[in-house]
């Protein structure tokens, strides 16, 4: 379960999207709403998650998070 202690649909306005779950997530997709995928990687922690977004522009995505067994679990962001 993720540490809702931001909502489902959050604003980003750092360069670091951050959050916690007690789930084990491994990769993450960052997805344009058109279905571009923008950014994807490998988490290196379990439970505290940070992802750069450096070179993102500001609107509105997707954010895909992956298990070991290729569950997944999708987010809505907007970065700023």
Do not use: M, W
Request: charged share 25%; with cysteine.
């Amino acid at each position: 379960t993720l540490d809702r202690s931001s909502a489902a649909s959050d604003v980003y306005k750092r360069q670091t999207i951050n959050f916690s779950s007690e789930e084990e997530f491994v990769q993450f997709e960052i997805i344009q709403i058109t279905g571009l995928i923008v950014s994807r990687g490998i988490f290196t922690s379990k439970n505290d998650y940070h992802i750069e977004i450096p070179n993102i522009s500001p609107g509105a995505y997707f954010l895909k998070l992956f298990d070991k067994k290729r569950n997944c679990t999708i987010l809505k962001v907007v970065i700023e």
